[in-house]
C-alpha cells in the first residue's frame, strides 16, 4: 500500500469498484490512532489495524465478519536493540476463512543483519503455518500480503539487474517454497501466470511505463481453502494515476 493516509481517497474508490469482500493491507506507515478507519468503516466494513510508528502497519477489513484478532503470529522475531516485534503480522477470521495480512521484512541488502531477520521471520512463519495445519488440516487460512521475495526469475523484470540483491536470492527463495511445501499453496500464479506479471513497480525511474516490475505480493492458501478458488487476479490498473500505490492488488475469488 505504502501510507494509508495519502490514499485514503484511491482505495475508498478501489473499495466500490472492486466490490472485495475482504482487504488485507501492509505498509500502512501509521500509529492505530492515525489509522482512516472511517475509509472502511464508511462503505460497511469492519477494520483491525495494527501500526506502531510512520513505518510498517498492516489491516485488514471484512464486511463478511471479523472476529478473533490476533497481532503477530507465534514466535515472530523481532527487530532493535532491545529486539522487539514490528507490526508486520495481523490475523482474523472473516466469513469463516483465517486472514493473515503480512508485511514480510525487506531484507536491506544480503550482508546487513535484517537480511537474517528476515529469513528468521520467514522461517517462524513457515513453523506457525504448519502447526496451524497440523492442529486442523482442513483449516482455512490465507496468508496474505508483501512477502518480498520474488520466486522465480520471471518474477523480475531482469535477473541481471538483481544479481547480489535481496527478494532473488536462494536462501529467500528457499524460505518463501518452505513456507509452500508446509501445504500453502499460491493461488493466483495459476490464473495469472508470467513472465511479465508483476506486483509490483518503483516509483524511481519510470519502472511501471518501462515495464520494470517484480512480483512480489501473493495469497498463499491452505488446501481446503486452495480448494475453493475459482478466480484469481492482478488490477495492474489501478497502479495507474496520481496517488497510486506501487503495489498493485491481488484478488482471489473463494466460492
Known amino acids: 500500500m505504502n501510507s494509508v493516509r495519502a490514499r485514503a481517497e484511491r482505495i475508498s474508490a478501489w473499495l466500490e469498484r472492486s466490490d472485495v469482500d475482504v482487504v488485507a493491507v501492509q505498509e500502512t506507515k ?10 472502511f468503516t464508511g462503505l460497511g466494513y469492519e477494520v483491525a489495524h495494527h501500526g506502531l ?3 510498517n502497519g498492516v489491516a485488514i477489513a471484512s464486511r463478511v465478519g471479523l472476529e478473533d484478532v490476533q497481532i503477530g503470529f507465534p514466535e515472530q522475531p ?3 536493540e532491545p529486539a522487539a516485534a514490528e507490526a508486520r503480522a495481523i490475523g482474523a477470521t472473516c466469513g469463516g476463512v483465517r486472514i493473515w495480512s503480512l508485511y514480510v521484512p525487506n531484507g536491506r541488502d544480503v550482508e546487513d543483519q535484517h537480511y537474517l531477520y528476515k529469513l528468521q521471520w520467514l522461517d517462524r512463519l513457515r513453523a506457525a503455518g504448519a502447526s ?3 492442529e486442523d488440516p482442513g483449516a482455512q487460512i490465507a496468508l496474505c500480503g508483501d512477502w518480498n521475495v520474488a520466486p522465480q526469475d520471471d518474477d523480475v523484470w531482469d535477473m541481471a539487474e538483481f544479481e547480489g540483491k535481496t527478494h532473488v536470492t536462494k536462501p529467500e527463495r528457499d524460505a518463501f517454497q518452505a513456507v509452500v511445501d508446509t501445504g500453502f499453496a499460491d493461488v493466483v500464479r495459476p490464473y ?3 513472465p511479465g506479471t508483476y ?3 518503483d516509483y524511481k525511474g519510470l519502472s511501471f511505463p518501462k515495464r ?8 498463499l492458501a491452505s488446501p481446503a481453502l486452495a480448494a475453493r478458488v475459482g478466480d484469481a487476479r492482478i488490477d495492474r490498473e489501478e497502479r495507474k494515476g496520481k496517488g497510486a500505490s506501487d503495489h498493485a492488488p491481488v484478488i482471489v475469488d473463494f466460492g
Open 53 to 55: 510508528s510512520q513505518w
Open 212 to 219: 520494470k516490475g517484480m512480483r512480489i505480493d501473493f495469497v
Open 30 to 39: 501509521c500509529r492505530d490512532d492515525q489509522f482512516p478507519a472511517e475509509v
Open 199 to 201: 506486483t509490483f513497480w
Open 192 to 194: 495469472a501466470p508470467g
Open 132 to 134: 496451524w495445519l497440523a
Open 78 to 80: 523481532g527487530w532493535g
